[in-house]
């Protein structure tokens, strides 16, 4: 890559330019900084002061040719000074090991590089810390979000989260939860884990319709470090998430129409992004030939008969309903035997579904009431159908989501 | 190498074992101690008496309490301890699930402040 001429940029064109890089960096920088230092903070510290001397260099200098090493060595090099001056304790064994594992450039493609970003995927998402702490670490710490971007995507106050992140690096310390890949029989056990920190934040952002643009931003930002990590693991699962993820975002566009939530058999399928649907049906066919179904895989392959209609009346619903039958017997839980009636529901018919629907004990569950009102609908129990819509009503706070269930219960016949 | 408190809990409540169960329980905890002292990670351990048998002191303020029973009123109590020294959580958390199938009980693990001389 050649040096950026920072004249040929507008200054607001190179901010974002370096927000981007440092953004797409930070995790990598980190990784490495952590490695050689054993400890998160005075990585992160030495990383902020690398970010702030490029923030001030490269509108002149131009962006480096390799501007993640660059990072990388100013970091380390503010991280010896910060040592020397503070005359830590143990400055000398930190330095030592500072020189002698003085790793070379990064480049993306290599081992010790994607092995410090595992390593520290693995320590954000350990089971020894809370499923919200393992949430918030993986996006400071990895995905290089501010405390305050963090704080306003879960709509908590700044101090909250800044605390959150605070005591989850206070107990990798004192508790000593390495900072390495686990062993054999520990990596595939915890990257379930991993996932699962990366659908929820996935789901953080695509599940909000509302409030700061940030939130749909943590879809994104779930879908590159899924991405990270699919280069870094190969199991199938990790496919199978990354699949679902851009299924799921392929029909975003469609998702909302004038603030109201649009079901999928009415969305707009040109709105939908083919070019997610492409990548999206790639992946799933390749974990489908790994042979090893999980239920991320699952959830994809559903996602992918979806996405594989034209309109919503070409469904392959028998497909849907073997899928389902698959993900229950993996995942025996009332949601996806929820999920499961729905699609029963087209292909028996609503009685059939409903009678399954009954026999579930979901009723904190705001999709069982709505799946419930849906069905007494289509068997013309009106009366039991508007009173299923108030219960779902009572139970959300989603604004699109309500006006879409007040537009449906106003439409029952009086 | 760090040392690590695995605090065995005995909850109220729970089911109680058969005479044959709480057997089976003192081997497989014995066993499990003597693969603790053979592995070097073992630096002590010991059963306690009931929750009754306890005494607090509070010599804190100007006068001493003495008062009858535990300090905590919680359900949960101390049964019994291991302190173990393990290279990392991960380490330590692996003694703790054999323990905890070993003792039938779920293991706390926390891990001690480290010595001064080592911090």
Not at chain 1, 139 to 168: K, N, Y
């Amino acid at each position: 890559m050649p040096d950026v001429d920072p004249a040929a940029l507008d200054p607001a064109h190179l901010d974002r330019a370096i927000s981007e890089i440092v953004r797409a960096e930070h995790g990598r920088v980190v990784a490495t900084l952590i490695r050689r230092l054993g400890d998160i903070d005075l990585a992160e510290d030495a990383v902020s002061e690398a970010l702030v001397t490029a923030l001030e260099k490269w509108p002149t200098t131009g962006i480096p040719p390799n501007p993640g090493a660059w990072l990388t060595t100013t970091a380390g090099n503010k991280a010896i000074d910060r040592i020397r001056r503070e005359g830590k304790r143990n400055a000398k064994h930190t330095e030592a090991l500072m020189l002698i594992d003085d790793s070379p450039a990064p480049d993306p493609d290599e081992g010790p590089v994607a092995d410090d970003r595992l390593r520290l995927v693995y320590t954000c998402c350990h089971p020894a810390l809370a499923l919200e702490n393992r949430v918030a670490l993986t996006l400071r710490l990895l995905g290089g979000l501010t405390v305050a971007e963090i704080a306003r995507a879960f709509l908590v106050p700044e101090t909250t989260m800044a605390q959150r992140i605070t005591r989850s690096k206070a107990k990798i310390k004192a508790a000593h939860i390495p900072y390495r890949i686990p062993r054999e029989q520990d990596l595939v056990a915890r990257l379930g884990g991993v996932l699962a920190v990366l659908y929820l934040i996935f789901n953080e952002g695509y599940l909000a319709t509302e409030g700061p643009g940030l939130r749909a931003d943590l879809s994104t930002e779930a879908i590159r470090l899924t991405r990270q990590v699919a280069t870094l693991v190969a199991d199938p699962e990790v496919d199978g998430l990354l699949a679902l993820m851009l299924l799921t975002e392929a029909r975003h566009a469609a998702r909302i129409r004038d603030g109201v939530l649009v079901t999928l058999d009415l969305q707009d399928r040109g709105l939908w992004d083919a070019g997610l649907i492409v990548e999206g049906h790639q992946l799933v066919r390749r974990c489908l030939a790994a042979n090893r179904p999980g239920p991320f895989q699952l959830q994809a392959a559903i996602n992918a008969v979806h996405t594989d209609a034209l309109d919503a009346s070409m469904t392959d619903w028998s497909q849907i309903v073997q899928l389902y039958d698959q993900l229950l017997a993996l995942q025996p839980s009332p949601v996806v035997a929820l999920n499961r009636a729905v699609a029963v529901a087209e292909l028996d018919g609503p009685d059939v579904a409903l009678a399954i629907v009954e026999r579930l004990e979901l009723d904190k569950y705001h999709p069982w009431h709505v799946t419930r009102a849906e069905l007494l609908r289509r068997l013309d129990r009106d009366a039991e159908a508007r009173s299923a819509y108030d219960a779902a009503l009572a139970l959300i706070d989603n604004e699109a989501e309500q006006a879409h269930l007040r537009r449906r219960r106003a439409s029952l016949p009086a | 190498m760090t040392q690590y408190l695995l605090s065995v809990i005995h909850a109220e409540g729970l089911p109680h074992l058969s005479e044959d169960e709480v057997q089976e329980s003192f081997t497989s905890v014995d066993a499990f101690n003597h693969e603790l002292l053979a592995s070097g990670r073992w630096v002590f351990a010991g059963g306690l008496q009931p929750p009754s048998s306890a005494t607090v002191v509070d010599a804190a303020g100007a006068d001493v309490l003495i008062t009858d029973g535990p300090f905590s009123e919680a359900k949960e109590q101390l049964g019994g301890f291991w302190i173990v020294e393990a290279a990392d959580l991960d380490e330590a958390l692996d003694i703790a699930k054999a323990g905890s199938a070993a003792c039938r009980n779920p293991v706390e693990v926390r891990p001690f402040q480290a010595e001064p001389d080592q911090a």
